[in-house]
């Protein structure tokens, strides 16, 4: 066998280093009670809400999930030594269900040093670096997948690539078109289409095209259509709502309207989920229901940079001259102004109120807010407020 190598030799010394004991990684703690685990976190503990699921989800005890964060901890301050120090050789490393660490690597010279540093050698035809490549391949290539192709990764323990997809025999046309070593590259069956899954709330910020950032009012359906309001100067009808510029779409304007009125609609593209909440800087709150508040009662807009700013409903049925045109219905308000709030949620406790639309002065020197009631747009178009 050849002799280890000096990197190798470091390996172990920077693990004693980390760990105090070459053993480290696959012995757990001697002894860990259940109140300890219940009520302390960290790497020998496990917060109470995180136990619960641990031992819902995995199985486990309370002693069984502390272990286990406990060998996670361990495995994760080591694996970058090891990775390191294998350099072109390392071919991955992850935990079994047991939490032991496997460390792999193309050259059986170096299992020795991974095995006194306490992790698990195996010797693999591949280092991670060119299981890599081939993803890289088709990722380069993704433009050419095709929607019975549902994804691709690299398998460390299973020491290939794997492409998930419907169709098999379009899975293998897509990886010879990228140019990955068939031979590498193997094809497990998906039935479902992967769609990002994400929450929407009251208070979230959206983009349509490039620059114009609005804001989600509150939540909403359409028959089983979920969707938000915001300004109708935000968006016009087909307009898309994306994250951010250039970023993930969100959904799409089903209408909108303004002048006149300052309310549209935006239905949500499948995997977005619309929650009766609103959230701000501080916290988040929910969606009861919409009873409109009377003048002189309290109301907060929620932003997501500044928090909640309150104050009181002066006046209700407001017309308010813009320089693009005249809104009608607004409520004024003694909240201060802030731009880039168009859409942002007005609440009174727990009853949902209204639209910013617009407003002067700001929150330095004061000024007035108006909202386009939430019950009008609400009626316009068929809606139905989610609640919390």
């Excluded at 990722?139 to 419907?166: E, F, S, T």
Aim: aromatic share 6%; net charge negative.
């Amino acid at each position: 066998m050849k002799p280890v190598r000096p990197a190798a030799v470091l390996v172990l010394t920077t693990l004693l280093l980390l760990t105090g004991t070459p053993a480290a990684l696959a012995t757990p703690p001697a002894t860990t009670s259940a109140a300890t685990s219940a009520t302390t976190s960290g790497p020998t503990g496990v917060e109470p809400g995180m136990e619960r699921a641990m031992r819902r989800d995995l199985g486990l005890s309370a002693e069984g999930a502390a272990s286990r964060l406990a060998a996670e901890e361990r495995a994760r301050r080591a694996e970058p030594a090891l990775r390191a120090a294998l350099g072109d050789r390392f071919g991955g490393a992850w935990l079994t269900g047991a939490g032991s660490l496997v460390v792999a690597t193309v050259d059986a010279a170096d299992a020795p040093a991974i095995a006194a540093a306490g992790a698990r050698p195996q010797v693999v035809a591949r280092s991670l670096a060119t299981l890599e490549a081939v993803r890289d391949r088709l990722d380069r290539a993704a433009g050419q997948a095709g929607p019975d192709v549902h994804g691709w990764y690299a398998d460390v323990p299973a020491n290939d690539v794997v492409v998930l997809a419907a169709d098999p025999a379009r899975a293998a046309a897509f990886a010879a078109a990228a140019g990955a070593d068939p031979a590498l590259v193997r094809v497990e069956p998906s039935s479902a289409r992967p769609v990002p899954y994400a929450d929407i709330r009251g208070g979230d910020t959206f983009f349509v095209g490039d620059s114009a950032r609005c804001m989600v009012a509150f939540t909403v359906r359409q028959g089983t259509t979920g969707g938000f309001l915001t300004a109708g100067h935000c968006g016009q009808q087909g307009d898309v709502a994306l994250t951010g510029p250039g970023g993930t779409p969100i959904g799409v304007f089903e209408a909108s309207s303004y002048p006149g009125d300052d309310y549209a609609w935006v239905s949500l593209y499948p995997g977005w989920t619309p929650l009766g909440t609103v959230t701000a800087v501080g916290g988040e709150r929910p969606v009861r229901g919409s009873t409109p508040a009377p003048v002189g009662s309290s109301v907060c807009r929620a932003t997501p940079v500044s928090g909640w700013h309150c104050g009181t409903v002066q006046q209700r049925d407001v017309t308010v001259s813009y320089p693009g045109g005249t809104v009608t219905g607004l409520v004024r308000t003694s909240v201060c102004a802030e731009p880039g709030t168009s859409g942002a949620p007005f609440l009174s406790g727990d009853q949902a109120q209204g639209i910013t639309s617009g407003g002067s002065g700001d929150c330095a020197v004061g000024g007035s807010t108006y909202f386009q009631p939430v019950q009008e747009a609400l009626s316009a178009y068929g809606l139905t407020l989610v609640t919390g």
